[in-house]
């Protein structure tokens, strides 16, 4: 059964670590995964967080920590000296232990890395500190299992036993020949049903996918997600085994790149969280508020062209809020099939022509309908015919215009490279209530003046 965490159950707990009695946090504990347990942590003050941690075995405590956000991570790791967290990153995975180290002051994490009794968890760790965090070469795990090309299935089995005490999930074991060249997997079905004597060459299958190692985090998940892969080996230039990324490493950066992008969508310009500074949230929050701000101004001086319209037809002022709603609307629908397009298949941007006809053509139906009902509504409520004509045209004219915008603006930006994302927040809705704006009052001055 999945662990649920109450209050009731925060106050037993918050009541045991007060008085310091390990045996009564243990058996609350006890049966709880790790991952339930990191978001215990965020209910907890950082004084009761280092109690627990401290009260759990060293192993679990580190797989806890590993589970956490990086600003609580850090709140309870300055309770601790660089030994203690270099004991507990024996037990995290490198990549993990890498993040760890990074979000670390650069001293504290030297010392950390020093106090590594392992040599070779060590190594593993200065090597994946040259890479980006965001690539393959940052994304991978060192641990893996491998067997040379060479070898009997007798020697490849005690070389897993060997191998797997430092792995924790076994996916695949990959096949290498004598230079650390990736060659293939073996199956471990093959492995276990073949004989002894037999060699590794006989059976493996060389049929791998596998990635570089400066490859980008989004062309990782791509690869995974086309073959339904749940691990994939990372290579350099030359062919040669680096490591493997899991897919749950690659679930964590998509999940990452999915809140930055629906932040930047909502006009938050950093990666905000609800648990940041005041001071945080309000730079992320205030550049767009001022773009719509300011588009907001201009759209009062749009109104403020056409104010002898809206005194020969007071009731004009009536569907001003209708225009600018169905803009953005449409706006941001039609920008967010783009962006999600873009992310999903990056050959997108080659086949702009026929999807924007597509897109034209739903937007020149959407336009028809939307246009009609209005028709149809300001005509059963006995508005002038004028009046209805006018607002229906030009809504109309601002749902293909919007959807237009909405189109082309993302194509736009990731032909120069800028994250599209940015195009789907107010930036798209302001431009579209600015056309909107002008739409409706050139279609009105039109037709009152002829």
């Not at 627990?52 to 309770?79: F, G, H, Y």
């Not at 059976?203 to 892969?229: C, H, N, Q």
Request: hydrophobic share 50%; proline share 2%; aromatic share 8%.
């Amino acid at each position: 059964m999945a662990f649920e965490l109450t209050e009731e159950f925060i106050q037993v707990l918050q009541q045991h670590l007060t008085l310091a009695d390990s045996e009564a946090v243990l058996e609350l504990v006890e049966e709880i995964p790790e991952q339930d347990l990191s978001t215990i942590l965020y209910e907890l003050e950082t004084e009761e967080s280092v109690v627990l941690l401290n009260i759990l075995s060293t192993e679990r405590s580190a797989q806890v920590i590993s589970e956490l956000d990086t600003d609580i991570r850090l709140r309870i790791l300055k309770n601790y000296s660089p030994e203690k967290i270099a004991a507990f990153i024996e037990y995290i995975d490198s990549d993990d232990a890498v993040d760890i180290i990074n979000e670390l002051s650069i001293q504290t994490g030297e010392e950390v890395i020093a106090f590594i009794r392992n040599p070779e968890k060590a190594d593993h760790i200065i090597d994946l500190l040259h890479y980006d965090e965001d690539c393959a070469g940052g994304l991978m795990a060192k641990e893996l299992i491998k067997a040379n090309l060479n070898w009997t299935i007798d020697r490849c089995i005690e070389e897993i036993r060997a191998q797997s005490k430092n792995v924790d999930k076994v996916f695949s074991v990959y096949v290498v020949d004598d230079n650390m060249r990736l060659l293939g997997l073996l199956s471990l079905k093959k492995l276990l049903l073949s004989d002894e004597h037999a060699i590794v060459a006989d059976i493996f299958d060389p049929m791998v996918k596998s990635i570089e190692s400066y490859r980008s985090g989004t062309e990782v998940a791509d690869l995974m997600r086309k073959y339904d892969l749940e691990t994939v080996p990372v290579v350099n230039i030359q062919g040669k085994l680096l490591g493997r990324i899991t897919i749950d490493d690659v679930i964590d950066l998509i999940t990452e790149q999915a809140d930055l992008e629906r932040q930047m969508m909502a006009g938050i310009s950093n990666d905000a969280e609800e648990d940041d500074s005041v001071w945080l949230l309000s730079k992320s929050r205030l550049p767009w508020l001022i773009v719509g701000m300011i588009g907001g101004i201009l759209g009062a001086q749009f109104i403020g062209l056409f104010e002898n319209v809206i005194h020969q037809v007071t009731a004009m002022a009536f569907f001003i809020p209708l225009i600018t709603a169905t803009g953005g609307n449409v706006g941001i629908q039609s920008s967010s099939m783009i962006v999600q397009s873009l992310a999903r298949d990056s050959t997108y941007i080659g086949m702009e022509l026929d999807r924007f006809l597509k897109g034209f053509i739903v937007s020149l139906i959407n336009g028809v309908a939307i246009s009609t009902l209005v028709f149809i509504f300001n005509i059963v409520l006995k508005q002038e015919l004028d009046l209805a004509i006018t607002v229906s045209i030009a809504l109309f004219c601002v749902v293909l215009v919007s959807s237009f915008m909405g189109t082309i603006t993302p194509l736009i930006l990731f032909r120069f490279g800028v994250n599209p994302a940015l195009a789907s927040g107010p930036f798209i809705t302001t431009a579209n209530d600015l056309l909107g704006l002008g739409i409706y009052f050139s279609v009105a001055h039109l037709l009152y003046t002829f």
